[in-house]
């Protein structure tokens, strides 16, 4: 094992030493418990009325005639259009279905700011039309471009201004980063952290948490939302000697997740094979993924109120009428993506020499800009398989299908978006092996072991990790407080 090169470190030591400390702080200027009061304050209050509507009836959303493809009168948001997919080595060579084509790069942001000496991170209590539960946690800035510059008419988006001309000096996390490659045709979201000095007007639906508290509400279902996950994944929670920083109990949990996330401490595979492995991965997949007219999409029937396959898997597309007090506009309807099924979104994780590391698959999807993105051991949904090749069926499933109680450090059910996604809800789960199981796991060519140090450096560049990893990573970082 090999130690990661000084390249891939992190500038600023004492924001990692200060990030650290705040994910070991459980209490902050609100304790839990206020939070919890006032959570459950806005649950009450934000409430929105979503109904399922035919998609005949979309409002200011129309068919193109010729096409078939599914768009706004303002040619913003997005389009739902059809793509062609050939991957001539995958074992599904070809296919085509429905998927969402918004070009335009939204913001997701966080404000940070030290209260008492320690860092807390400003969230907003939200309800998107997607949500199964209603109000999540979401970053101080969740906007697309078209919200951000009014084209639905609506109120302006608060704090906008904190992102859109920082500092570089108070940027503590800046990379576009992707979305859902199964759903989305090169979806990009910049995903930026920016620290603040002077007061910040805390406006209602808004309150400053430590990373510590938001630890401890990821790891209950349905809380903390996909936007925020994946901004808090971003954070550079890599530094030299995190593990002799913070002290713990030599051979414990919260140890080997600090080792981990110790620039010092050596990876199952440098990081520079890594970064070979990645590239030869996406040279060895050649996927052709060609946008075309909805009207073309085969296998997939079209009803009144849905497009959706024939053998009624994957997702449907469907519309919704949204009706809030709550939102920049009050009312709207849309078409959105509806999974059927809950998806199972799960790490491996074993220790070597003490040192926690994550199996990660090199994963095709047909909307990923560069072919091959690093995603969970696992990410699916498993009754899509009985329809698939026994190819397709992914691997390691079976094991973390089989996982027992005492192995699993992480278990919630997380939404993923619920701007374009309809009750879209994962199992994500931490596995963990023990060492003589984790080395003579067989992981074949499409899998490689890290360090959580490596994915983070990974993640300071564009299209290394996708967004369930993403969401893992965050998850991971939450294990450095258990």
């Known amino acids: 094992m090999s130690p990661t090169p000084v390249a891939f470190q992190t500038d600023n030591h004492r924001t990692v030493l200060r990030i ?43 068919e193109d005639p010729h ?24 074992p599904v060579p070809r296919w085509t279905q429905p998927i969402i084509n918004q070009p335009e790069i939204g913001i997701l942001g966080i404000l940070a700011k030290e209260f008492d000496g320690v860092l807390h991170f400003l969230m907003q209590a939200k309800n998107e039309p997607g949500n199964a539960g209603g109000v999540q946690l979401s970053p101080t800035v969740q906007a697309t471009r078209s919200n951000y510059t009014g084209v639905h008419g609506g109120a302006a988006v608060p704090y906008l201004e904190y992102f859109r ?66 901004v808090l994944s971003c954070l550079p929670f890599a530094a030299v000697q995190l593990a002799t920083t913070f002290p713990a109990a030599v051979d414990s949990l919260q140890t080997a997740v600090l080792r981990s996330s110790s620039q010092e401490e050596a990876g199952r595979h440098p990081t520079g094979e890594i970064l070979s492995w990645v590239t030869d991965a996406r040279t060895r997949n050649q996927v052709r993924a060609q946008r075309i007219p909805l009207a073309d999409v085969t296998s997939w029937r079209h009803t009144a109120t849905a497009i959706e396959h024939e053998a009624g898997l994957f997702f449907r597309v469907i519309g919704v009428d949204v009706r809030t007090g709550h939102r920049e506009v009050a009312s709207w309807t849309q078409p959105m993506i509806e999974p059927v099924g809950t998806g199972i979104v799960a790490f491996l994780v074993t220790r070597f020499g003490g040192v926690l590391h994550a199996l990660v698959h090199a994963r095709v999807e047909p909307g990923y800009f560069d072919v091959v993105e690093l995603a ?22 079976d094991r973390v299908l089989a996982a027992r109680p005492e192995e699993i450090l992480f278990e919630a059910a997380l939404s993923e978006e619920g701007g374009r996604f309809y009750h879209a809800l994962n199992r994500y789960l931490i596995i963990e092996l023990d060492a003589g199981a984790g080395a003579a796991l067989d992981t074949g060519p499409d899998h490689r072991w890290l360090t959580l140090h490596q994915l983070v450096g990974l993640l300071r560049h564009s299209h290394y990790v996708n967004v369930q990893a993403r969401s893992l990573v965050a998850c991971l970082h939450s294990l450095a407080g258990a």
């Open 376 to 397: 969970p051991t696992v990410q699916c949904n498993e009754e899509n398989y009985g329809w698939l090749p026994a190819a397709a069926r992914p691997r390691f499933l």
């Open 20 to 62: 650290t400390e705040s994910a070991l702080t459980p209490e902050g200027v609100l304790s839990l418990a206020e939070f919890r009061t006032w959570f459950e304050e806005r649950r009450q209050v934000d409430v929105a009325q979503v109904r399922r509507i035919d998609l005949a009836d979309l409002d200011r959303w129309s």
């Open 67 to 90: 096409t078939g493809n599914i768009g706004h009168d303002s040619g913003k948001f997005f389009v739902v259009e059809g793509l062609s997919v050939n991957h001539s080595d995958g």
């Open 165 to 230: 001309s920082a500092d570089p000096g108070t940027v503590i996390a800046d990379a576009l980063q992707s979305e859902q490659g199964s759903w989305f045709y090169q979806k990009r979201n910049r995903n930026v952290v920016v620290e603040v000095q002077d007061e910040v007007p805390l406006l209602d639906g808004f309150r400053w948490l430590t990373l510590g508290q938001l630890h401890r509400l990821l790891a209950e279902d349905d809380i903390v939302n996909m936007d925020s996950r994946t």
